[in-house]
């Protein structure tokens, strides 16, 4: 009776969501057959416009209009231009032509193109590579052999998928020996073997089991088939999975509703969370309980944006829950308006002892195809257009544009290049596991350090947690959760106290590129180091990102002990009574630089806009909750009524110091 009603549940379902499906699947399925339609490099037609390229600015124009991206060093190409007939070119020709003259060869597997530098004594070629493709098409029907609409085919390993049409058929273009991933929701998901065949149909089977599955809401947990609200939930081995600094980075794509927009991607920047968008006016944060205890922010000192998560190992979460509608977290209060979200740490099993260790390395580097630099005489010919468009007659004659525009040749700088290096990132987790019939426990401790790309940035972060759980008889059950953590954030000061600002990389792309670096005796360049002299290196407001990037600091230290224990005492059958206090202890400091430095004597801080900060805050937040639950059930009916009263009081504290105008560097 139970898997028949299930089934009519999910057919009168199935009707109600036809139209939205059959335009997801109208959507999916265009972009599917256009990158399905795999071409020849000798069918591909390019148009070229200019007769001069830079090499990696012709690979940026190849990729807009054709289906092939591009990957190669750019170190490797790195001042290597091509000459090249302004006409439509066939894309093998014209990457013949590129290899001929600038001594590369190109590998290409479907859509992909590697390029590499070749040694002079070896001739440069143009290698092709495509795997035999077939058209598969089928159709996915439940155990009733009836269609169903939306449901998700994926080539194992790939992003090549497709969604079935309104009745249930599909079509897709994969690999002859390919896994295809069959799923939809509600149904066991099926993996079949292609095997060289072009039609494959597939049942899939109601998943009852899945239904059955514990999801945590507000003060309790129910099954997912009882829960009435909108509820998104993912598993802590998922969360493991993803080599992050702060575990909120791994629910982005994997919960409806639920957007992460990320910070600047330096290490320690936090991710923020939007649960089904703006919420209120004033904060639009979610409220985070952590093992029943809500938690807030870091506070002070800049701290702001970063969220208890952050602080927290991603090894030690069994399981992350998202309320999201106004049915879901009424319970919480106003304060509930933007969402909730509830992470359960791991607890011990019992009767096993479990010890793991897991680890993690690294490596992360700038991809400077995104930025699409200006050459020196790009730059020349932008500026003096951009004098004359503005009227600005009174720098229309600069020596060094004038010089550049007449044919004369300057070394070029990258600096992007010296801003940044390859950046690291290794984590470190050891747990220890297991019990006893009354008994259970679970700690771990963990390391985890990341070196950002950009010189200055790095994060380092020390955690220590102990859980466990102790049944007392057969109507007592009390526990403890302690958490520990220490975090050192290392970020970039501002490249200028006047402008407060720290976007280095815009402002290494938008330099003048003949703007040297360093000067003949390793120091960092200034005025008399422009090839003209008339033309200084320091850019706006006397900056010089570089020294700014590696002399300038902004330091962060996070300590805090978070710690609670809980007491459950059953009264009676299905009567319970819980209370459970907690203490949440935060510690930050902020210490600030910006210092005092000349250049050639011209002085790249001011003396009055040098700035020395010393930040220190204190957070003391207390939580007591006491709650009586009653939880029956009457044959196929089933009661829950809870009643409960919390308290919450915090305290925050702080003291700053801060005093400029030094001369010497040594403070």
Partial sequence: ????????????????????????????????????????????????????????????????SSEFDFIYSSRELKGKTVSLDTRDWMLGDLLNEISRQSIVSFRRINETITVKEVNANLTPQVYEEMEDLIDVSGKITDDDGEGLPGATIIEKGSSNGTVTDVDGNYTINVDENATLQVSFVGYEPVEVQVNGRSTINVELSLSVSNLEEVVVIGYGTQKK?????????????????????????????????????????????????????????????????????????????????????????PNDIESIDVLKD??????????????????????????????????????????????????????????????????????????????????????????????TRPGTIQSHNLSVNGGSESSNYYSSVSYFDQLGTVYGSSLTRYTLRFNSDHNIGKRFKMGNTLLLSRSVSNRQGNINPSDNSNDYIK?????????????????????????????????????????????????????????????DFKIMEGLTFHTMGSIDFTYSKREDRNTFNEIDGTQLVQPEQTRLLFRNDEDRTLFWENTLTYDKAFGDHKITALVGLQFQNTLDTWFSAQDGAFEDTEY
């Fill in 1 to 64: 009776m139970h898997v028949k009603l299930l089934k009519l549940l999910f057919r009168m379902s199935k009707s109600a969501i036809y139209a939205s499906i059959f335009l997801y699947s109208l959507t999916v399925a265009f972009g599917s057959v256009s990158e399905a339609q795999r071409r020849l490099l000798s069918q591909v037609d390019i148009q070229v416009k200019d007769n001069n390229y830079a090499l990696v600015k012709l690979f940026h124009e190849i990729e807009k």
């Fill in 225 to 313: 088939k009882d829960v009435t609200g909108a509820i998104s939930s993912i598993k802590g081995d998922v969360i493991s999975e993803v080599p992050v600094a702060s575990m909120e980075q791994t629910l982005s794509g994997r919960m409806a509703g639920v957007q992460v927009i990320n910070g600047s991607g330096a290490p320690g920047s936090g991710a923020t969370i939007r649960v089904r968008g703006v919420g209120t006016l004033n904060n639009n944060e979610p409220l985070y309980v952590i093992d029943g205890v809500i938690l807030g922010n870091v506070r002070g000192g800049g701290l702001n944006d970063v969220s208890p998560l952050s602080l927290i190992n």
């Fill in 326 to 419: 106004a049915s879901a977290t009424a319970i919480y209060g106003a304060r509930a308006g933007n969402g909730v979200v509830i992470i359960t740490t791991k607890r011990g099993t019992r009767d096993r002892l479990s010890i793991n260790y897991e680890t993690y390395l690294g490596t992360s580097v700038l991809d400077e195809s995104k930025y699409n630099r200006l050459s020196g005489p790009e730059w020349a010919q932008i500026t003096a257009r951009t004098n004359e468009l503005q009227g600005n007659t009174v720098y229309t004659g600069q020596p060094l544009v004038e010089a550049v525009l007449a044919g004369q040749s300057f070394p070029e700088h990258d600096w992007v290049a010296e801003l």
């Fill in 507 to 567: 402002r290494a792309v938008g330099i003048n590129p003949y703007k040297p670096i360093y000067a003949a005796d390793g120091s960092y360049a200034g005025l008399s180091s422009h090839p003209t002299e008339a033309e200084g290196i320091l850019d706006q407001a006397n900056q010089h990102i570089i020294w700014a990037a590696k002399e300038n600091q902004d330091i962060y230290k996070v300590n805090r002990a978070w710690a609670s224990v809980y007491l």
